[in-house]
């Protein structure tokens, strides 16, 4: 359960914080108690006004990452896993699109820093997708942190590595549009190979925006990839 506390959520096991009003000296009013009788004891996390703060916008983002889409009861996904079933069906409908399959990674196996393959008749390349609503779709282009053990994981990879961004609105019921006219996603994606040089963050071209043809450039990258390893050897 979570209780207002100084403009933020506080959560701390049994322990509830009602509204606390601020005080020259940052710490909780003696009051304090009586006003969160109402909603439980106040506990040991008595304090700094700024600690709470703290805890506050943890608790946010915990409550926005873990709860499902407001307003319904209905709702089984996370907001995380909204968005990462929505990224990568949205890759799956751009492969359909182009005729080429799509494997993914069931999730007790993910064990490659990848979601899913695209499959060609000469072999896959490996795909990582990342679905978010913290990026807007203007400007030249768009940069992801990497994990160490991503980096790790794609260096020993043989074929192709690619990175993809799907950006959606904030709003999710504005994710598609349905019309007389047929139905319309309300999103884009670009993409990126992950290389050497991609080692604490990956920047993705705007120009690199995924769509069927994409997957021309990356079955020509596989070919290739077997090209230049025929060639060494």
Known sequence: MWARAVGGYCHHLDVLYAD?????????????????S???????????????RKLGAAARYRRRVSSGPPGNGWSTLSANGQRA??????????????????NETPADEDVLAVDCDVVFPEG????????TSGLTLDGKTKSWRLKPEWVNKWSRS??????????????????????ADGTLHRTAAFWQR?????????????????????LQLWHDDFLASYTSKANVS
């Open 20 to 36: 606390f009003p601020r005080t020259g000296t940052g710490a909780l009013p003696a009051s304090g108690a009586a006003r969160g």
């Open 194 to 214: 992950v290389s050497s040089e991609s080692t604490k963050s990956i920047s993705i071209p705007k120009a690199q925006r995924l769509t069927a043809a994409t």
């Open 85 to 102: 079933r929505y990224g990568v069906s949205y890759l799956r409908n751009v492969c359909a699109q182009g005729a080429v399959g799509l």
């Open 124 to 131: 896959n390349v490996r795909v990582q997708v990342k679905c």
């Open 158 to 179: 043989k074929v192709p590595v690619y990175f993809v961004i799907v950006i959606v609105p904030k709003t999710e019921s504005t994710w598609l549009t349905h019309t």
């Open 38 to 52: 109402r909603l439980g004891p106040i506990g040991p996390l008595q304090g700094r006004v700024a600690d709470l």
